[in-house]
């Protein structure tokens, strides 16, 4: 049985980077999960929301109709940490002391549960020997969301986050 998918909200607001090539590839790999399950955790979910309601209302509404239909046509189950998983954070097991909190609360749940993260931070992909991958760049025109996804992800596009935000 293959290992549970995880994708963090610098995955997730990666699809709206103002890095063109991390967009790319953040959007790539959604488009091409459309048909999967993904977990994000709870806590993933709001810092998606932090960082979004941190722009003027304009730019919210332009945004959430493309993550409010793409976390309904695709299978993302949200999660809440566990016991288990926030022992593991907290124990270290290979997760570097010095990452964010919310990075290793994230980490405790993924090896915990013997997961694979995905990843667009720029802190994650970097140290060996955790179960954690970057987007890979696209080589090739840009991939698209079926419609009416598509057309709600062009809209969200005035929303640009710069990649050392996510």
Known sequence: MPADEYGDAALFLGMNSADETLRIACKTFFVT?????????LEQ??????????????????????????????????????AADLRRALDGDGI?????????????????????LHSASPRLPHHTGL??????????P????????EALYRQSLVLRIPADAL
């Not at 999960?33 to 955790?41: A, F, K």
């Not at 570097?96 to 694979?116: S, T």
């Open 96 to 116: 570097p002391d010095r990452l964010p909190a919310h990075e290793r609360l994230l980490l405790g749940m993924v090896g915990n549960r013997k997961g694979l």
């Open 131 to 140: 179960p954690v991958r970057a987007p890979a760049p696209v080589d090739g």
């Open 33 to 41: 999960r459309l048909d999967r399950t993904l977990v994000m955790s």
């Open 142 to 149: 840009e991939p698209d969301f079926p419609e009416p996804l």
């Open 45 to 82: 979910v709001g810092r998606c929301d932090d960082v979004i309601w941190g722009y003027g209302r304009e730019l919210q509404d332009a945004y959430y109709p493309f993550m409010d239909n793409l976390h309904t046509v695709m299978d993302i189950r949200r999660l809440g940490y566990d």
